[in-house]
């Protein structure tokens, strides 16, 4: 019996797969984190793996993922920086960098689905895109904390920097080769 274009599911059973690897991916990477001491934003790894699924994804799915990844946060699961969970989370301080990523994974995906192969327009897609992630989380951090827009940037963006270049470059390194690899699974099967 063949498939009509009305009857096929809207995801094929690889695209969910990898979708949810790169969840995975995410909920365990992600808790891994550095406080520090000037800023109640720890350093985590969860950019990266969000700019790595931007890269297996797309712009489509890596937002999928990403709001799966928030979604298992807030039900309590242990996935947010520092091994934390619930809409507390969400709601506090940090809260806007969380819902940030899904503009990050957006613009991510998109530079990168929209030029394949050309790194520096990908790199600029990461780049744009944790500036809306920032943008978004220091209003929030700001209003949060009672602070001037300055003085949330001081503590929740400006430390973060160097490590965000850090985590473009290995994206950049490893996320093409991977976007290759994965597009083989999808097409040709394991």
């Given at each position: 019996?063949?498939?009509t274009?009305a ?16 969840t995975a ?13 000037v ?13 790595l ?30 091994f ?51 943008l978004?989380?220091?209003a ?44 083989k ?6």
């Open positions: 019996m063949e498939m274009t009857s096929r599911p809207a995801l094929s059973a690889r695209q969910m797969t990898i979708t949810g690897l790169a991916v995410t909920c365990i990477i992600g808790p891994v984190a550095v406080p520090i001491p800023s109640p934003v720890p350093l985590s790894l969860t950019m990266l793996a969000l700019y699924a931007a890269y297996v994804l797309g712009m489509k799915l890596g937002f999928i993922s990403c709001l799966l990844y928030l979604l298992l946060g807030a039900v309590g699961l242990p996935v947010f920086s520092g934390s969970g619930g809409l507390a989370k969400l709601s506090g301080p940090t809260g806007g960098y969380l819902i940030g990523f899904l503009f990050l994974s957006l613009i991510c995906g998109f530079f990168i689905q929209r030029f394949p192969g050309k790194v520096w327009v990908h790199a600029a897609g990461m780049v744009c895109g944790a500036a809306v992630c920032y978004f989380g220091t929030w951090l700001a209003v949060q904390m009672d602070l001037t827009f300055r003085a949330a940037l001081t503590i929740g963006v400006l430390p973060y920097l160097p490590g965000d270049v850090i985590k473009i470059i290995i994206a950049l390194m490893i996320g093409p080769l991977l976007r290759r690899q994965t597009r699974i999808l097409v040709q099967g394991l």
